[in-house]
């Protein structure tokens, strides 16, 4: 069993940084690509940010030059450092991974999210 962990979300006003941290656990052999999306009310969840496990990164153009994703290889760990936020940066913040698992062949797990919400 593979699991995901989110956290750090929470209230930060308009023009505010928060850090979002995404643990891969369990019978892990190796992660490829971690990814975070996002999702508003009402709307479809949509692509934040991915990174390799050998470090390239790519970013929506919503995010980028206030977003810096990263991973630490070692300890499965994502992390999404958030500057400049906006009120539309208000939604629940999820990670992906692709894994592979000593149980399964290489899948794709989600965490539970975390909740982000900018305040004007």
């Known amino acids: 069993q593979v699991q995901l962990v989110e956290s750090g979300g929470g209230l930060v006003q308009a023009g505010g940084s928060r850090r979002l941290s995404c643990t891969a656990s369990g019978s892990i052999i190796s992660i490829t690509t971690m990814t975070w999306y996002r999702q508003a009310p009402g709307k479809e969840r949509e692509w934040v940010a991915s990174?390799?496990?050998?470090?390239?990164?790519n970013s929506a153009v919503s995010v980028k030059g206030r977003f810096t994703i990263s991973r630490d290889n070692a300890k499965n760990t994502m992390w999404l450092q958030m500057n400049s936020l906006k009120p539309e940066d208000t939604g629940a913040y999820y990670c992906?991974?692709?894994?592979?698992?000593?149980?399964?062949?290489?899948?794709?797990?989600w965490g539970q999210g975390t909740q982000v919400t900018v305040s004007s």
């Open positions: 992906n991974a692709l894994v592979t698992s000593r149980s399964t062949s290489t899948a794709s797990y």
């Open positions: 990174i390799t496990s050998g470090g390239s990164t």
